[in-house]
């Protein structure tokens, strides 16, 4: 992976991440945790998007979609498993 995909990922990440803390509860989980959840949600969201039938295509928008899916799920998850 070149420096430019890279800054590219984490940017989505970030974004992805932030979205996904506000829509969920309180303001995110600041730069380094809504990277996190943003890249692990992008890993959700690609995956499990296909497998229901959506596809969003293939531009930066469609993946910071795609990665808040997939945050928003994440977090519906730990937020779950934290009350169990």
């Given amino acids: 992976m070149d420096p430019t995909s890279l800054i590219v990922f984490l940017f989505i990440g ?12 309180g303001g995110g989980f600041g730069l380094i945790g809504n990277i996190v959840v943003g890249i692990l949600g992008a ?27 997939g945050a928003v799920i994440l977090l519906l998850i730990i937020g779950l498993i934290k009350k169990a």
């Fill in 43 to 69: 890993f959700v969201g690609g995956y499990l998007l296909p497998k229901v039938g959506l596809s969003l295509g293939g531009g930066i928008i469609d993946a910071i979609i795609s990665a808040t899916i």
């Fill in 14 to 25: 970030a974004i992805a991440g932030w979205l996904a803390g506000n829509l969920i509860k």
